[in-house]
């Protein structure tokens, strides 16, 4: 019962929508609106600048890192013994924030993808692993300022962690990460789309590097 009542805590800490209460707060407008119509870090960098999509981004992060981690609350999951238990429930709470995020609530069930949640519940059970996903995501962001693209490469990055680089034998974390690369990938879809069409918007976070290049191209 008591974990039953912390899934549906971990639903409505990620059903908080940051974009839409930033863009309404601090803009008077509605995220979803504008841009893709999803309500994500991805068009908030594209509608709201850098500042504020790197806002919406961290706070997300932490919504997944929060409700994952609302196990301590209950002192029985805390022993090494129930460390297979413990990651179950982490699992189930963090997916419970990230449906959140997609359906929240708060925001009538139209919210965003849920990438930078699912982060944040990857930051809270596998911490070294997402550290580096998100060097891929930055990495992939600079050379290319696609977020949606930086976000589906961290997510496969992710599985080829998970499968192949550490190695993980659980079998539970190998399926994990196979769910989170295809999750990132359905619900990018239509991204991918525009990216083969050249039709996807980049986000203006780069500036000084994109002026140094036509600089040189000039020279």
């Known amino acids: 019962m008591n974990e039953v009542l912390l899934i549906i805590l971990a639903y409505l800490i990620g059903s908080i929508p940051t974009s ?18 999803n309500a994500g870090a991805t068009n908030t960098y594209r509608i709201l600048g850098a500042k504020w999509g790197t806002f919406v981004m961290v706070v997300d992060m932490l919504k997944g890192i929060v409700a994952t981690s609302l196990y301590i609350l209950l002192p029985h999951y805390l022993g090494a013994s129930n460390e297979l238990h ?3 429930l982490m699992i ?15 925001a009538d069930f139209k919210g965003g993808k ?10 809270a059970i596998q911490p070294l692993v997402a550290i580096c996903c998100i060097g891929v995501f930055l990495l992939v962001l600079y050379l290319t300022r696609f977020v949606s693209l930086s976000s589906i490469l ?4 992710f599985m080829v962690f998970i499968l192949f680089i550490f190695n993980e034998k659980e079998p539970l974390y190998r399926i ?7 999750m990132v990938i359905l619900t990018h879809q239509k991204n991918i789309s525009r990216i083969f069409k050249g039709t ?20």
């Open 20 to 37: 839409v209460w930033v863009s309404r707060h601090f803009f008077d407008i509605d995220i979803r609106e504008y841009g893709s119509g």
């Open 86 to 88: 413990r990651t179950n």
């Open 92 to 106: 189930g709470l963090g997916l419970a924030s990230v449906l959140g995020h997609i359906f929240p609530v708060w």
């Open 114 to 123: 849920g990438v930078a949640t699912l982060f944040g519940m990857a930051i």
């Open 154 to 157: 961290a997510g496969i990055a």
């Open 176 to 182: 994990f990460a196979i769910l989170v690369a295809l």
């Open 200 to 219: 996807e918007g980049k986000v203006p976070i780069l500036k000084f590097r994109d002026t140094h290049r036509k600089r040189n191209s000039k020279d």
